[in-house]
């Protein structure tokens, strides 16, 4: 187009000119100050983006696709582009993992001939991992060549402290080799003294085996060796995937000629979705305590019948027991219940989902103790089944549930070696009882845990 140079177009069009230069020295202020002031990246995924960058360089493969981020509060692996089914995930030479070989298994084992084989391996992923952590080993620079600003804890997120989370489990160490584990930690300190760094005292050197510990229970993964046996190992990369439910790996595993390990996608991924592992059909109590958290709607859930009781303690009571029955039916949409005798009719049961989180069905099992535990007068019982349950309140009826689950797991009888020989027919049998009184110690002792955060000053956790 012509433009118009005569006087009245220069003058509208000149204060125009300075408003746009205004409105991009603001522009390219803003910009500046959230480059300058944005939040940096937390120190787990600035730690896994240099394990990525570390594998790398010293002869790994990561598909080129995949990076580090932090999209939903958790850490995870992405997809930046297209990842094809077959793709090459990751390939890690051995020599840059940490394992559990036969000969560490072998020292393990005799400073710790009690302990199960299984703990033995994670204890050797643990001291190999402190080793070359303390010491800088350059066999292990995917775990040791990280940016000065992310310490190697900082590759990890804090809930990965698996020892640290030893209040969730259970009571009878003949049922979990924690604390025999924590034995072991100790005597491989002390016998072992000789392989650490001389730097470290004793209670450092106690806590960095325990860390490894719980990295090792946290990430190791199970390989078979070629003589038949299995090993853990901690393998680069592959150990930051997130856990997604399911029966079956989401991946396939393989060796190369070369003897590296490797990971191959076992489906598309689109851009900006997460590659993910399932970790195993593991209900959220044994998520919890192994890996640090719970996932919404588990699959692989157990389930135990909880019975309310709203039985009147007299004759005198029958009319606000009634009424708390009826207003317990009503919350959960069922029929109201005639009282004039007493029967079964008296009881509701709820599902307790023996999990280390409680489940939806958990909650209406809080409401209804509430609702048989209140003692509010019988007119204002239908009024107060939906009123916000007070902490203190809360914490009494968490009390109750632990209690009840603690004498059910007592009531579970124990299996002793003799019985295990002697039932080799009914072996799932005896394996069910045993896993439903670890499962219910392990709820006790979350619903005690939550009872003390709910209301600190009293109803404090058991020893």
């Known amino acids: 187009k012509r433009r118009d140079h005569t006087p009245e177009a220069h003058d509208t069009e000149e204060p125009r000119q300075r408003r746009k230069g205004v409105l991009l020295l603001i522009g390219a202020l803003v910009l500046g100050a959230s480059y300058l002031f944005a939040k940096p990246p937390p120190l787990d995924v600035k730690g896994g983006e240099a394990q990525l960058d570390a594998l790398r360089k010293h002869g790994g493969k990561v598909h080129k696709s995949l990076v580090i981020k932090d999209a939903i509060g958790v850490r995870g692996v992405y997809a930046s582009g297209m990842v094809k089914k077959g793709d090459v995930l990751f390939q890690v030479p051995m020599q840059l993992t940490v394992r559990s070989s036969s000969e560490s298994q072998q020292e393990i084992a005799s400073v710790c001939p009690t302990v199960s084989e299984s703990s033995i391996r994670h204890i050797v992923v643990s001291k190999g991992l402190v080793k070359f952590i303390g010491r800088g080993d350059t066999t292990s620079v995917v775990f040791t060549g990280l940016p000065q600003d992310v310490s190697w804890l900082g590759m990890f997120s804090p809930h990965d402290k698996y020892y640290q989370r030893s209040w969730l489990l259970d009571f009878d160490q003949r049922h979990h080799q924690f604390d025999q584990d924590m034995e072991c930690i100790d005597l491989v300190w002390a016998k072992l003294r000789g392989q650490f760094p001389a730097t470290w005292s004793e209670d450092e050197g106690i806590r960095q085996l325990r860390w490894g510990y719980g990295m090792s229970k946290s990430y190791a993964l199970s390989l078979p060796t070629p003589t038949g046996g299995l090993e853990k190992v901690l393998v680069p990369g592959m150990m ?17 000629e070369d003897g590296s390990f490797v990971m191959i996608a076992g489906r598309d991924y689109r851009r900006g979705e997460q590659v993910k592992e399932t970790y195993g059909p593991q209900d959220n109590a044994e998520l919890w305590y192994t890996f640090g958290f719970t996932i919404a709607n588990n699959p692989t859930r157990q389930q135990l019948p909880f019975a309310v009781s709203f039985l009147p303690h007299d004759l005198g009571d029958r009319d606000v027991a009634c009424a708390r029955l009826n207003a317990a039916r009503a919350f959960l949409q069922l029929p109201a219940a005639k009282c004039g005798e007493l029967g079964p009719v008296w009881t509701i049961t709820i599902p307790l989902t023996l999990d280390a989180k409680p489940h939806p069905e958990n909650d209406q099992l809080i409401r209804i103790l509430f609702i048989s535990h209140m003692n509010e007068p019988a007119s204002d019982i239908k009024g107060h089944a939906y009123r916000p349950i007070a902490p203190e309140e809360e914490a009494d009826l968490c009390n109750l549930i632990g209690a009840e689950m603690v004498k059910r797991a007592e009531a579970i009888p124990e299996v002793t070696p003799k019985e295990v020989a002697r039932a080799v ?7 069910l009882q045993m896993e439903t009184r670890r499962a219910l110690q392990l709820t006790s002792n979350y619903w005690y845990h939550l009872a003390d955060k709910l209301h600190p000053e009293g109803n404090p956790m058991p020893e």
């Open 240 to 256: 930051l995937l997130n856990h997604e439910p399911g029966t079956k790996h989401h991946q396939e595993y393989t060796f190369a």
């Open 425 to 431: 027919e009914d072996k799932h049998v005896l394996r």
